[in-house]
C-alpha cells in the first residue's frame, strides 16, 4: 500500500528521475501519483501548499511532511531500500554526484528552453540567451562524451539516471538538436540503457 505521494507530470524529465529511482530499487507501490499541471507562470494549487517554489517533484511523506527537490527526493528513497544504493557511499560519492549534477544542468537549460518557445510570447524572445542555454547542453554533452562514457556505463545509478532523463528529454522537446549525430558515444549508451524497464515504463508519451 501507498504512504507516500508524488506531485507528478508525466513530461517532467526531474520526476522521470525519481520514478526510474523507484523502478529500479522495486518501490513504486510506496508512492501514489499525483498528476497536476504547472507551468512557471501558472502554478499548481496543490503543490504550492506543499513546496513554496512551485516546483515538481514533491514528494508527501507518510507524516504528511514534503520533501522537495529531484536531488533530495532521490537521496530520501535512496535510503529506504535495502539494495545497492543508487547514491553510492565512500570516494565514488562525489564524482557520481557531481556527474548527476552536471545531468541536471542539461535538464534545467532543456526545461528554460521549452519555455522559451511553448510559453514566452515571440517578440520577446531573446536569440543569445536561447544560444546560450543550447551551448550549456552542447558543452555538458561534449563533457560527457570525450571525458566520461566508460565512467557513466559503469553502473545505472544516480549519474546515469540523471543523463539517461537528460537524453530522453532532449529527444522529447528539443529534437532539433539532433545530439545522437554529434555525440555517437553517448547515442550507443542511450540505446541500451533506454531499454531498460524502469526507462520504458517511465517513457514521455
Ligand atoms: C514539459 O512538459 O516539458 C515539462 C513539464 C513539467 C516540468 C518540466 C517540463
Redesign the pocket.
Known amino acids: 500500500m501507498s504512504t507516500m505521494t508524488l506531485f507528478h ?1 508525466p ?4 520526476v522521470r528521475k525519481v520514478m526510474v529511482l523507484l523502478h529500479e530499487t522495486g518501490q513504486t507501490d510506496r508512492v501514489a501519483l499525483h498528476e497536476v499541471q ?1 507551468t512557471p507562470v501558472a502554478p499548481s494549487a496543490a503543490v504550492v501548499a506543499d513546496n513554496p517554489a512551485g516546483k ?1 517533484p514533491a514528494l508527501r511523506l507518510a507524516d504528511g511532511s514534503v520533501l522537495h527537490d529531484s536531488r533530495v527526493i532521490l537521496d530520501y528513497l535512496d535510503n529506504q531500500h535495502v539494495g545497492e544504493p543508487l547514491i553510492p557511499a565512500g570516494s565514488a560519492r562525489w564524482r557520481r554526484l557531481t556527474l548527476a549534477s552536471l545531468a541536471d544542468a542539461i535538464l534545467d537549460a532543456a ?1 528554460l528552453l ?1 519555455y522559451e518557445t511553448f510559453l514566452r510570447p515571440e517578440d520577446k524572445r531573446w536569440d543569445a540567451w536561447t544560444a546560450g542555454q543550447q551551448d550549456k547542453i552542447e558543452r555538458a554533452l561534449a563533457y560527457f562524451e570525450r571525458d566520461c562514457l566508460a565512467e557513466i556505463d559503469s553502473r545505472f545509478d544516480v549519474a546515469a539516471i540523471g543523463l539517461a532523463c537528460a537524453l530522453g528529454y532532449l529527444d ?2 528539443q529534437p532539433q538538436l539532433g545530439w545522437r549525430e554529434r555525440f555517437p558515444g553517448l547515442a550507443g549508451w542511450y540505446a541500451d540503457v533506454a531499454q531498460r524497464p524502469s526507462m520504458q515504463a517511465t517513457q514521455p508519451k
Not at 513530461?11 to 526531474?14: D, K, M, Q
Request: proline share 9%; aromatic share 10%; glycine share 0%.
Open positions: 507530470s513530461a517532467s524529465p526531474f504547472l515538481i526545461v521549452r522529447l522537446r
